[in-house]
């Protein structure tokens, strides 16, 4: 679809206003919200990436397109979450401290969000001792960590070391994921899954409370 590529090279010129109307525009045509976010933002974001690494785009004009995905993810919202649907259960979700990236985090508790449970969403750059004490005055059955960087991942043994320190790792099951995260390194650090995307992020916490 013609729009769609054109979603994607708004997103990536940081346009938020053109990349709000033709999120609208394709719902109003039918395009599922999946397609629209698969297929327009995520392809757009992921030639963000590649232009950020070449440095062929700056931080500045990074966070412009990272604001017309909010923009049109405010409006897909809606469409990606189930109205009225009974709480399934509780879900703590954040980015891992000295980590300003929240998109895919965002996209994770909409799509969690869409499938029934209730998010308490700390945000990003969340240091240990929050986690801790939201895990306590919560109780969630589960903590979603997020983190985008090779060197903040590391703070998401932290976080769990923490946790445990605290007495309330048996408490909560633990999820993380984000681009640098593998299933190897969930190993590592001590969590009780690992998912690759939003959609996988579902099926791992169906599983999890099946458990
Ligand atoms: Co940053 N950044 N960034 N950035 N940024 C990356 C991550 C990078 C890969 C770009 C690159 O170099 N190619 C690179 C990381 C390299 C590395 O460590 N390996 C990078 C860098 C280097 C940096 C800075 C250090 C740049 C600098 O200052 N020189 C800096 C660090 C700031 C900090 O965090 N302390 C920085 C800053 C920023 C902005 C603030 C400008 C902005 C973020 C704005 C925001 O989020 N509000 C930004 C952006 C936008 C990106 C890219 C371009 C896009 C990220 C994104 O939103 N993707 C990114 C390159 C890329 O990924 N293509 C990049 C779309 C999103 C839907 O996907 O976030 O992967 P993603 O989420 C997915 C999965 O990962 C997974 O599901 C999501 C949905 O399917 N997932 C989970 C995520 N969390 C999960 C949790 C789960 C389960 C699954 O369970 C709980």
């Known amino acids: 679809?013609?729009?769609?590529?054109?979603?994607?090279e708004q997103l990536i010129n940081g346009y938020s206003d053109h990349v709000a109307r033709l999120t609208?525009?394709?719902?109003?045509?039918?395009?599922?919200?999946?397609?629209?976010?698969n297929e327009?933002?995520?392809?757009?974001?992921?030639?963000?990436?590649?232009?950020m690494r070449s440095g062929e785009m700056y931080l500045p004009e990074v966070l412009q397109s990272a604001s017309a995905m909010h923009a049109s993810l405010k409006i897909l919202k809606p469409h990606l979450v189930r109205d009225?649907?009974?709480?399934?259960?509780k879900i703590l979700m954040g980015t891992v401290k000295g980590d300003m990236h929240d998109i895919g985090k965002n996209l994770v508790g909409i799509m969690l969000?869409?499938?029934?449970?209730e998010i308490v969403d700390l945000g990003l750059n969340v240091q240990a001792q929050k986690f801790v004490e939201a895990i306590q005055t919560h109780k969630p059955a589960i903590l979603g960590l997020s983190a985008m960087l090779t060197t903040t991942m590391l703070h998401m043994k932290t976080t769990i070391d923490a946790i445990t320190q605290a007495g309330v790792r048996a408490n909560v099951k633990i999820l993380v994921g984000g681009a640098p995260v593998s299933q190897k390194f969930a190993d590592e650090v001590g969590a009780d899954a690992y998912a690759r995307d939003a959609?996988?992020?579902?099926?791992?916490?169906?599983?999890?409370?099946a458990a």
């Open 1 to 8: 679809m013609k729009e769609l590529q054109e979603l994607a």
């Open 24 to 37: 609208q525009e394709l719902l109003d045509k039918g395009a599922t919200p999946q397609t629209i976010l």
């Open 40 to 51: 327009g933002l995520v392809a757009g974001m992921t030639v963000v990436g590649e232009r």
């Open 84 to 89: 009225g649907v009974e709480s399934r259960g």
């Open 113 to 117: 969000e869409g499938a029934g449970y």
């Open 199 to 209: 959609v996988k992020a579902v099926d791992k916490v169906k599983e999890l409370l």
